[in-house]
């Protein structure tokens, strides 16, 4: 090693060689300057600060080779995010040149949930709403209960024993909201002398809840009042539950759509925070998820959706049904689509559509059509007239159809003529069993697609409020199950009922025909408002997409397909919604289509 010196200004002079190692350097150091303990120390601080620079980055790649191996397992990661204002905000990354695949990992494909996000809260009931003196309301589970044991309450009416006879319908809404769970208190019908209505419940999640409890008017839906004292305080005492219990419990429940789904009791549950949900599958946009007690939902994010409509694997789900249904469809476009791609989702052709329309994006194409079958005036007479109902060339001149039942056979007919457009899960809405086995007779039994009749999927509907509407609701959605092997069943009510005070005219509730409304929350994600039928719409996007569950579903994804966030993509807008037609008819398939392909959803107005 040769020496170094320093001149007399501080300076290096002499030949000099790198020390090959830190050690090297020190004892070189201390040799020329022994004495001098002041530049010593210095230099002994500046080193070991070299060092442990060193020594920290080491950590940091070790810890994410680490995390790497370890997210490879998360089925599902989330990418969702809110911002200070409480409103959701969705992050995505700019990507370089895009390619034709990505060999990264798979977890590669979607990005990480940001933890302890701030759940959104929507219109919930409020105290505004006018009290109420007449009912007295009483019960052991008015102000308390206990975990895992029944509770009761109990509405006396306001009638003397000698109007026992009198008939009155008397509907009441029972609800339970606390900071991360909650849950609808069901009737379970009325006393014998007809004076009192009970409603029992057994609580799952101990906490702290605010207990509505309000008398719905059927014959005026302006009217909704809260019973004296509601709000009440209702404390649900027992073991105390760690969040991070339940949120493994939830993890390891199978995937909704990989269980049976013959009757409708699949979908018993309570909605949650991400709080309490599954950490490996995510919650919708607004922090909230239905948790039924038998599995949990998988959810899809815009990123697993662009995955699915570059896959090359036609994926389709057809929405068949009025504008509460269309609703559906709205959440799942929103949820398909980026924040620069549907700012004028609520102005754009399939926002207000009384016939048909597809929004396609690659491979995922999802279809709307006005069928309003199950309306009142669509009497049984108009239907009876099908009983051997074939798809032949009768249907093409529609000569012999009457009324709009019979269009709705024949757009069945036409729509199953294609090829192209068969979808891979349906949506259907009916009256009862007698028009489901007609529909189902116009759809070819070489199709093996999945089809969910929805009949009870209405925040209006004053009988579902009641015992004897509940258990007529439960027995036909059994007797749809029996009419084709096809057919599978969703208590689309029983999954809606706790967001009802969310609809378009909350907190009013039996005045609402749709659970969505428009919201163009700051960040642009959430367009369409609705936690009901977002939900829906991933459960109808979970069967198509992953029926084996989404875990399975990206382990078939042997490389990543091609992202491309930072390129505009295509929306393929396809319609036929004439603006002279008449709702409540079923508009007719046949006749040409106006297909537009645009960078972003276009205004109509």
Same mark, same amino acid.
């Given at each position: ?19 090959e ?8 150091f ?9 530049r ?17 980055h ?16 998360v ?7 809110? &911002?200070? *204002? !409480?409103?959701?905000? /969705?992050?995505?990354?700019?990507? @370089? ?7 990264? $990992? +798979?977890?590669?494909?979607i ?24 009912? &007295?309301? *009483? !019960?052991?589970?008015? /102000?308390?209960?206990?975990?895992? @044991? ?7 009416? $306001? +009638? ?9 319908t008397y ?13 609808t ?19 799952t ?9 309000e008398h ?26 760690k ?9 390891n ?18 909605w ?47 929405f ?8 559906i ?20 052709k ?41 798809c032949?060339?009768?249907?093409k001149?529609?000569?012999s ?18 090829d ?36 009870n ?6 009988s ?24 599978r069943i ?16 909350a ?27 977002e ?62 392909h ?8």
């Open positions: 090693m040769i020496p170094l010196t320093l001149s007399k200004h501080g300076r290096p002079t002499g030949t000099y060689r790198k020390p190692t830190t050690m090297d350097a020190l004892v070189d201390r040799r020329q300057h022994h004495g001098n303990n002041y010593y120390l210095i230099f002994l601080a500046i080193l070991i600060l070299i060092a442990a620079t060193r020594w920290i080491q950590l940091i790649g070790e810890g994410e080779r680490q995390i790497q191996f370890q997210t490879d397992r089925p599902s990661p989330k990418h969702l995010y809110v &911002d200070s *204002s !409480g409103t959701l905000e /969705h992050q995505t990354g700019s990507l @370089q040149q895009p390619a034709q695949h990505d060999d990264r $990992p +798979i977890h590669r494909c990005s990480l949930e940001k933890p302890n996000v701030q759940i959104r809260r929507d219109k919930h009931i409020t105290r505004s709403n006018n009290g109420s003196h007449y009912f &007295d309301v *009483s !019960g052991d589970g008015l /102000h308390n209960a206990t975990l895992g @044991q029944l509770a009761t309450i109990v509405i006396t009416l $306001p +009638i003397n024993s000698d109007q026992v006879n009198i008939k009155q509907l009441f809404s029972i609800l339970a909201v606390g900071e991360k769970h909650m849950f208190v069901p009737p379970s019908g009325v006393g014998i002398n007809r004076l009192k209505v009970e409603y029992t419940y057994i609580p999640v101990p906490g702290t809840y605010d207990l509505y409890i719905l008017e059927p014959d005026n839906r302006n009217q909704q009042n809260q019973v004296q004292g509601s709000p009440f305080e209702l404390v649900v005492s027992g073991p105390l539950v969040d991070e219990e339940v949120r493994s419990w939830a993890d429940l199978p995937s909704c759509q990989t269980i049976a789904h013959n009757d409708p009791s699949w979908i018993e549950g309570d949650v925070t991400r709080k309490l949900a599954s950490e490996s599958r995510g919650t919708l946009r607004g922090g909230w998820i239905y948790q039924p007690k038998r599995c949990s939902f998988d959810i899809f994010t815009a990123d697993d959706l662009e995955i699915v409509a570059n896959s090359g694997k036609s994926t389709t789900i057809a068949l049904g009025r504008s509460t249904e269309r609703g469809l709205l959440s799942a476009v929103d949820t398909a689509l980026k924040i620069s791609e549907k700012k004028n989702i609520d102005r754009s399939i926002a207000l559509c009384w016939g048909f329309a597809s929004v396609q994006l690659g491979s995922l194409r999802l279809v709307y059509q006005d069928f309003r079958v199950e309306e009142p005036r669509v009497k049984a007479k108009m239907y009876e007239e099908y009983p051997n109902t074939t032949n060339g009768e249907w001149n529609r000569k159809i009457r009324g709009y039942f019979g269009e709705a056979v024949g757009f069945l007919c036409e729509y199953f003529r294609e192209g457009l068969w979808p891979d899960v349906m949506l259907l809405t009916v009256r009862d069993v007698k028009q489901l086995r007609v529909l189902m007779k116009a759809i070819p039994t070489r199709w093996n697609g999945t089809v969910y009749p929805i009949y999927f209405k925040p209006n509907d004053p579902l409020y009641t015992a004897a509407g509940r258990e007529s609701d439960m027995t036909q959605m059994k007797d749809f199950r029996a009419v084709d092997e096809r057919i969703i208590d689309a009510f029983a999954l809606a009922r706790s967001m009802r005070h969310t609809t378009e005219t907190p009013l509730m039996l005045k609402a025909d749709h659970w969505h409304h428009w919201c163009h929350t700051s960040s642009g994600d959430l367009q369409v408002c609705s936690d009901a039928t939900m829906m719409a991933q459960f109808l996007l979970a069967v198509a997409i992953a029926p084996k569950g989404k875990t399975a579903w990206l382990d078939s994804l042997s490389t990543c397909p091609t992202k491309l966030n930072a390129i505009p993509r295509t929306i393929n807008v396809c319609q036929n919604c004439d603006r002279h037609f008449e709702p409540r008819h079923v508009k007719p398939l046949a006749g040409p289509k106006q297909c537009q645009h960078f972003t959803l276009r205004s109509n107005r």
